[in-house]
């Protein structure tokens, strides 16, 4: 299985976001494996606002329809199915429906040619798309009731395999967890609606992370996105692994999880005799040092590793080197181009970070050397550095260096970067940087890791997985369950 990292939920200038549809897939198909636009096209029982003039301009018609969605929506299906290419950048049609009572659900589509769906309640929308082939995922699920979150009661996991757990919103598993909702209107986070909640109620559900962005930018670092093990680059067999369940959240760093369950993977409900043993094993390769892998069974966790930075890191091996430029008020919009090389070792891969405003790109030419090219300042955003993350592969003499219009201008070996950061600002006063972060070793950031467990709490127990690291990312696997034999 190949592991592809997407993100299906960005807003453009179609409903309330900023930015034209073509525009997002382009930076979507710049960064990401796959992506989908889900502009808002119906919100049914939206209240009058009878006091709030400026809300009742903006969402104008939403209760049947979001104008610009359906003028355009022939518009958005040709962008899908000119942008789709096959082992290479996987579009989905997307649209997405909001209900005050019911929460914010996005239906997405296998095929490009479908038309938009409305409905005046959950169970319409569930109907409208009986016998097609669509799925419907519910997001930043743990607003209050009747304020936007989910109500699980009315939830068929059968009409959608996954639900988004993080967004720009916040994490939707617990609301006692780390990246609260970041204070929305639509209230604080409530236990009725989280992911937990769910997963208490039984509903066999896996997970993703998607942006919810709402400036044309797909896969915003930071904002989530979703992490899917399939065999191939394509639509057949991306839909096949979400209905599988062979998906996982991150927030931002495109964090490896491998998790599995006497060897059968995450999503899956499998059966296991009593006293039978449940051998776990959890494989993760991060961004950065790690900072504890959890297992949570039924809502608690049962297994903490911790003291990752604790290990003495190899003199060989793989090192993550952070590759970071920006900062700069002159000119307000300033264009790189610049490479990153290696040499006495190479480059095993990278992520890219990259965050509006502007445009970003990455690309290799052979193991040893990669091209970027960004725009970096304007507004809204200002001096925002970008960033991409080496994966090196080498020794402690393995140089990295960056080279920028002919000249060097920030070099040094792996050895060196274990010890300290460096920067360069060779543009003068406020004219910007380049930043190479210090290095972390394998030791670090990577982790094989087994534990067992035998007992039956109920007659279906769930397992998933959680990881953090030491700059703040996470990782959310999608649980196994375990049913009595
Ligand atoms: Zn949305």
Redesign the pocket.
């Known amino acids: 299985m190949n592991l592809y990292f997407g993100e299906i939920?960005t807003?453009t200038g179609l409903s309330d976001g900023r930015g034209e549809p073509a525009d997002a897939v382009a930076v979507g198909k710049a960064h990401l494996d796959f992506c989908a636009l889900?502009d808002?096209a119906q919100s049914p029982d939206l209240p009058d606002f009878d006091e709030w003039e400026s809300a009742r301009d903006r969402y104008a018609g939403w209760r049947e329809a979001v104008p610009g969605v359906k003028a355009r929506w022939h518009e958005v299906q040709a962008l899908m199915r000119a942008n789709y290419e096959p082992g290479r950048f996987v579009t989905f049609l997307a649209q997405?429906w909001?209900s005050m009572g019911w929460g914010?659900h996005?239906i997405y589509y296998l095929r490009d040619d479908e038309p938009l769906r409305f409905a005046s309640s959950l169970s319409e929308l569930y109907a409208a798309v009986e016998g097609v082939e669509a799925m419907v995922i519910p997001?930043h699920t743990a607003y209050p009731l009747r304020h936007r979150g989910v109500d699980w009661a009315g939830f068929d996991s059968a009409k959608g395999p996954v639900v988004e757990i993080f967004s720009r919103h916040g994490s939707s598993e617990t609301e006692q967890g780390p990246f609260p909702y970041s204070g929305s209107a639509m209230g604080p986070r409530c236990a009725a609606g989280t992911v937990q909640r769910a997963l208490e109620l039984g509903h066999i559900v896996g997970f993703i992370a998607s942006s919810?962005g709402h400036d044309s930018f797909p896969g915003s670092y930071n904002s989530g996105l979703a992490a899917v093990y399939a065999p191939a680059l394509d639509r057949e067999s991306l839909w096949e692994a979400l209905w599988q369940r062979r998906t996982y959240a991150v927030t931002g760093d495109r964090i490896r999880l491998d998790f599995g369950l006497n060897g059968r993977p995450m999503g899956r409900v499998i059966s296991v005799g009593d006293g039978q043993p449940r051998r776990i094993e959890i494989g993760v390769d991060g961004w950065d040092c790690l900072d504890r892998v959890e297992i949570i069974k039924n809502g608690r966790v049962v297994k903490r590793w911790a003291g990752f930075d604790l290990e003495r890191g190899g003199g060989a091996g793989r090192f993550k080197v952070g590759v970071e430029w920006g900062y700069h008020a002159f000119p307000e919009e300033r264009k790189w181009s610049f490479s990153v090389e290696t040499s006495g070792g190479s480059m095993a891969g990278y992520q890219t970070c990259f965050q509006p405003p502007g445009f970003h790109q990455a690309r290799d030419s052979g193991p040893r050397r990669l091209d970027i090219s960004s725009t970096t300042g304007g507004k809204p955003g200002g001096a925002r550095p970008q960033r991409v993350d080496l994966d090196v592969e080498g020794t402690l003499e393995t140089e990295v260096a960056i080279r920028n219009d002919g000249e060097w201008v920030l070099q040094a070996s792996v050895g060196e970067l274990l010890g300290e950061s460096m920067a360069s600002m060779p543009f003068g006063v406020y004219g910007g940087a380049f930043y190479l972060s210090r290095a972390v070793a394998e030791a670090h950031f990577r982790a094989e890791l087994e534990w067992q467990d035998t007992e039956f709490e109920r007659q279906r127990d769930y397992y998933y997985v959680r990881v953090f690291q030491r700059n703040g990312q996470a990782a959310w696997s999608s649980p196994i369950w375990v049913e009595r034999a």
Do not use: M
Request: overall charge negative; proline content about 0%.
């Open positions: 939920h807003h889900a808002h997405e909001s914010d996005n997001h919810d």
